[in-house]
């Protein structure tokens, strides 16, 4: 179990916040299990995956605007499987002041 969690050394002395650090955790690995049932793939094959989809931003004469990368078919179907929405293509656009 603990290297599946991949347990580290906590510095946390208040109870509060050692309650609030096992729980963020626990949500984690609950939604990393969630994702790998969902799809039939590993956490680091989703993760690795997950990580090719980038932002990128473009200042040119006319503004600015952030854009993201083409999604491919294993981006579309870990998508679909866990029933979310593709990403904008364009997140936001900003046009020049003259």
């Known amino acids: 179990m603990k290297q599946i969690i991949d347990l580290r050394p906590v510095y946390r002395h208040l109870e509060d916040r050692i309650r609030a650090h096992v729980t963020l955790c626990w949500l984690a690995l609950l939604l990393i299990r ?3 049932t969902s ?3 590993t956490w680091n094959h989703l993760r690795t995956e997950l990580q090719r989809i980038h932002l990128g931003t473009f200042t040119g004469d006319h503004g600015t605007f952030t ?3 083409q999604l491919t078919a294993s ?3 870990i998508l679909k499987a866990l029933d979310l929405a ?3 293509l364009v997140v936001s656009a900003t046009p ?3």
């Open 67 to 69: 854009h993201r990368t």
């Open 75 to 77: 981006h579309k179907l």
């Open 96 to 98: 020049a002041t003259p």
């Open 39 to 41: 799809t039939g793939q």
């Open 86 to 88: 593709e990403p904008p």
């Open 34 to 36: 969630i994702a790998e």
